[in-house]
Nanobody, 115 residues
């Protein structure tokens, strides 16, 4: 059974940094596409960062140069390092993976950036 558990969210001032973690079970983060999404109040969930099974990275334009995604195969964990945070980054951040035709999501972690 695939499970994803996010952590690391919190309240931070604009310009600050946070690192989110997504611990996976039931899959290997190094063999599957892993992604971070976010959903702000009243808005649709959007992709923030993706790391493919072969290590290719992609980012939403709004976070390029500020966020990075990485993975640790020994800890079976995917990270989202967020820097130069802005109030508009405030959202619930979700970890997602895809196995075949199935998608799996974590429960989300709240990130709030104060101005």
């Amino acid at each position: 059974q695939v499970q994803l558990v996010e952590s690391g969210g919190g309240l931070v001032q604009a310009g600050g940094s946070l690192r989110l973690s997504c611990v996976a079970s039931g899959i290997s983060v190094s063999l599957n596409l892993m992604a971070w999404y976010r959903q702000a109040p009243g808005k649709q969930r959007q992709s923030v960062a993706v790391i493919s099974s072969d290590g290719r990275l992609s980012f939403a334009d709004s976070v390029k140069g500020r966020f990075t995604i990485s993975r640790d195969k020994d800890k079976n964990t995917v990270y989202l390092q967020m820097s130069s945070l802005k109030p508009e980054d405030t959202a619930v951040y979700y970890c997602k993976t895809r196995v075949g035709l199935n998608e799996y999501w974590g429960q989300g972690t709240q990130v709030t950036v104060s101005s």
